[in-house]
C-alpha cells in the first residue's frame, strides 16, 4: 500500500480489525519511511459492475461517487454516519447479487432513492431533485404531493 503522505510503498499494517458488520476490514498503517498514519478498508466486490448512463455511456461503477452523492443529500441532516454507510453498502450488495456485471444509472438512482426514503425525508427530497432533474418550483410540489400520498419509489 502506497503512503498517502510520501508515495513510498513501504507500510506496516499496525491494526486490523472488522468494520461496516463485518462487509470489510479496517486497517490501520504506518509509513516507514516518514512515520505518517493512515487507514485503509477492504471491501469485497463481487464483480466489477459498470453503469450504463441514460445516455448510453458506460462508466465503472464508483462506490465513493455514490457515497459523495448521499453525503450531499444527507448534509447537514441529522443522520447517523453509519446508517448512511450501512445505506450504501446495501445498495452494493443490491446491486452486485442482480447478476448483471452491467446496470442501468436509473437502477442505481431507485435504489438510492429508496434507501433514503428509510433515512431521512428531507434528503430523500434533494436526492429526488436532481435524480429527476427538477426544473421548477411546481416540480418539488408535485413530488411532495406524491410522498403525501404514500406513493414513495
Request: charged share 35%.
Amino acid at each position: 500500500m502506497r503512503c498517502p503522505f510520501c508515495g513510498s510503498e513501504e507500510t506496516q499494517v499496525k491494526d486490523s480489525r472488522s468494520a461496516e458488520d463485518g462487509a470489510s476490514v479496517r486497517r490501520r498503517r504506518e509509513c516507514s519511511a516518514c512515520g505518517g498514519r493512515f487507514t485503509t478498508f477492504e471491501r469485497v466486490q463481487l464483480r466489477e459492475l459498470t453503469v450504463i448512463k441514460s445516455s448510453g455511456k458506460k462508466a465503472p461503477f464508483d462506490r465513493d461517487k455514490l457515497a459523495r452523492s448521499i453525503m450531499i443529500a444527507t448534509r447537514k441532516r441529522n443522520v447517523d454516519p453509519d446508517a448512511i454507510e450501512q445505506m450504501i453498502s446495501g445498495v452494493v450488495r443490491r446491486l452486485e447479487a442482480m447478476g448483471e456485471t452491467e446496470i442501468p444509472s436509473e437502477k442505481v438512482g431507485e435504489l438510492v432513492m429508496e434507501g433514503l426514503a428509510h433515512l431521512d425525508d428531507v434528503a430523500y427530497v434533494r436526492y429526488a431533485s436532481v435524480y429527476r432533474d427538477f426544473r421548477e418550483a411546481k416540480d418539488f410540489e408535485q413530488f411532495l404531493g406524491e410522498l403525501d400520498d404514500g406513493e414513495r419509489d
